[in-house]
């Protein structure tokens, strides 16, 4: 297990107008990224939700996949759910793992766009290789709001794929930076 | 635009008892895919299947997304799924390239196992990069099927992410993959 931890941020976000938000949880979100974390020894993925209703679907969807039916039908998907933690802010989520590390985690931000105090791939990488604690932020729909981008030590550059085109799903840019970090 | 192209085979692809089935469509398989394969330059990112119901979907999901009301609620996406062509088979998918290109390009499959005849992501990306002509084939359910993995030239290395689990989603992979290939 590496020391990477990742958090998928529902509240508070952009929609496409730059208006603050939350959105709706997406299962294949919580299924996708906690494959790929697995894959690459991601410590936890913390899924952030203010929203009661959402927390509960949140909870049902662990819940058959961890002790109900989906647990002997899909042993892999348990395993992969496991590092899944359901957190109501950012703030519950640092102070976690700030217990946890003994100190505050490094947090990164990721943004489609380029955005100041942007750290390197490289760098980054060369950070979790040595053990140092990190939490990286993904935001959903148009992406994390200022205030969270504040919060934030760091930025991520942004994905480039050499077009003009730049709008991933967040289940692909998960896959890729984490590709990036920690893929050999 | 690259001299890249993917496909998505649904048939005949594997079962978790590695029986030969033919998989269902899924919708955010095309969604996600046609825009990692838009943002990376992708030329064409073909889905097979030789279901009639399941182009009928297929069918149904690009009309609404292209010319129906998705096409103005979002024209990104009309554009990601500007590059999906749906396909009967492999076989027709290598006519048309084939017959695009002037040659048969250079078929590779992928594979989460270490497969014979193996070619590197440096490699492959070198020969993308020359504008050698490509098939990149990527499998539902649980992976394309022996005749899919003997029609293929070569086969891309496994993702790895330095554990023992090995369950990535083809959304995932696939993004994962393309950014190997074709990622600064």
């Not at 058959?64 to 348990?78: E, I």
């Not at 959903?140 to 760091?154: R, S």
């Not at 930025?155 to 730049?166: C, K, Q, S, V, W």
Request: charged residues 20%; hydrophobic residues 40%.
């Amino acid at each position: 297990m590496t020391s990477l931890n990742i958090a998928l941020v529902h509240h508070p976000v952009v929609n496409k107008r730059g208006e603050v938000i939350g959105s709706a949880v997406t299962n294949l979100d919580i299924h996708d990224i906690a494959r790929t974390a697995k894959t690459y020894g991601v410590a936890r993925y913390f899924v952030t939700t203010p929203y009661r209703d959402q927390q509960q679907l949140v909870r049902e969807l662990l819940d058959h996949w961890q002790t109900g039916h989906g647990a002997t039908y899909n042993p892999a998907r348990k395993e992969a759910l496991g590092i899944v933690q359901l957190a109501d802010s950012l703030a519950e989520v640092l102070a976690c793992l700030t217990k946890q590390y003994g100190k505050r985690p490094l947090v990164v931000a990721t943004s489609a766009l380029m955005r100041d105090n942007t750290m390197s791939y490289g760098e980054l990488g060369q950070k979790i290789t040595m053990g140092d604690p990190v939490l990286l932020l993904f935001g959903t729909a148009h992406g994390l709001a200022q205030e969270i981008l504040q919060i934030a030590d760091v930025t991520l550059a942004p994905i480039r794929g050499g077009t003009e085109y730049n709008h991933l799903s967040v289940r692909s840019a998960v896959s890729i930076i984490i590709d990036r970090l920690l893929g050999s």
